[in-house]
């Protein structure tokens, strides 16, 4: 599947979907406190020129969840918006494990 977006001024753009997976993975992983994308990782659906986006991360122990999901959200938006002509609708961020460090 190609998610498409039209842009008149240069003609189309496609992105492939992993493209666009592999976009939001590495946002997501980019995050200090993120010790991995896991489980589903990431899904994403394409409607029009938004994409709305589920990613399952684990995260540090000594991190806040609510930070870090924020922290994901906002830099998942800014790394889609800027290297793509789409715009993000919903990010979901799931936490779905916590590692445990230990000193």
Request: charged share 20%.
């Amino acid at each position: 599947m190609s998610a498409k977006r039209i842009n008149s001024s240069n003609g189309d753009t496609s992105y492939g979907n992993h493209v666009l997976l592999s976009i939001i993975r590495l946002a997501a992983q980019e995050i200090s406190g993120v010790e991995a994308v896991c489980g589903r990782g990431v899904r994403c659906s394409v409607h029009g020129d938004v994409i709305d986006a589920d990613v399952y991360i684990e995260v540090n122990s000594e991190v806040s969840c609510s930070d870090i999901a924020y922290k994901v959200q906002d830099n998942i938006k800014k790394n889609v918006e800027t290297t793509t002509d789409f715009k993000m609708g919903v990010i979901n961020i799931n936490v779905i494990s916590v590692r445990i460090t230990k000193h």
